[in-house]
């Protein structure tokens, strides 16, 4: 007999969001089915969403358990839980040592990264004198990255939370004005290894990673 067991966790998300999508990859890498919800921004945020997440942002994850639920926001405490939820998975950390390269480089990626791209991501940048220096220290970043890269597959060595973050941040990419990837490949082929996991698959909305 087949049972329609609701799945174990509901992801409040936007569809749009990197940080959403790196959740979505990271409960496929887990293999665990959930409930998506996407929350309109532009309306004001509901009394149970808040309840969530404080600050009314995306992605909230709930895991539904019998005495209640736990709620988790901010995309690296729900990575960091799913990879320390499901033991025998490749999110899983081996030791200590493994968990804190894999927290040093999840921490870059989630604030000195992501925030440089979206500071070149932003249209009102574009336009204010700034942008070459935003822009030569993004670049700056990704050659450290591309360094970094060109003696390891994956960011802590084995794929990990950190990569799993990088991911939807790595395809915006293609949108920063005047960035010339061409100098680093391995930061190129990493990208591409990651694109080819079966758990990337499908998470992006409209079928494809945004150009
Ligand atoms: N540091 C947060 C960033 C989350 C974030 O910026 N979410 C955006 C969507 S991309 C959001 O919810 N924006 C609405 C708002 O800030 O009210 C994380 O990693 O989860």
């Known amino acids: 007999m087949v049972q329609n067991k609701a799945p174990l966790f509901t992801l409040y998300e936007h569809r749009l969001s990197p940080f959403c999508v790196a959740v979505r990859i ?42 209640g639920e736990l709620a988790i926001f901010e995309s690296p405490a729900i990575l960091l839980f799913l990879a320390e939820r499901f033991e025998k998975t490749s999110l899983a950390f081996v030791d200590l040592a493994s968990k804190a390269q894999a927290l040093s480089w999840l921490s870059f990626i989630a604030t000195g990264f ?23 220290a993004f670049e700056q970043q990704i050659d450290v990255l591309d360094a970094h890269l060109a003696r390891r597959a994956f960011l802590a060595g084995d794929y990990s939370v950190a990569d799993t973050l990088a991911i939807p941040l790595l395809d915006l990419l293609g949108r920063v004005k005047d960035l010339d990837m061409g100098g680093f490949p391995h930061v190129i082929s990493w990208r591409d290894r990651l694109r080819a996991r079966p758990s990337y698959k499908g998470v992006w909305p409209y079928g494809d990673e945004p150009k």
Not at 38 to 65: I, M, Y
């Open 26 to 67: 990271a409960l496929n890498e887990c293999d665990q089915a959930f409930t998506p919800r996407d929350v309109d921004l532009t309306k004001p945020r509901t009394a149970a969403f808040l309840k969530r997440s404080p600050f009314g942002r995306l992605p909230a994850l709930v895991e539904h358990r019998p005495g």
């Open 114 to 136: 992501a925030e440089s791209l979206w500071a070149c991501l932003e249209e009102k940048n574009h336009h204010a004198g700034k942008y070459g220096e935003l822009l030569e």
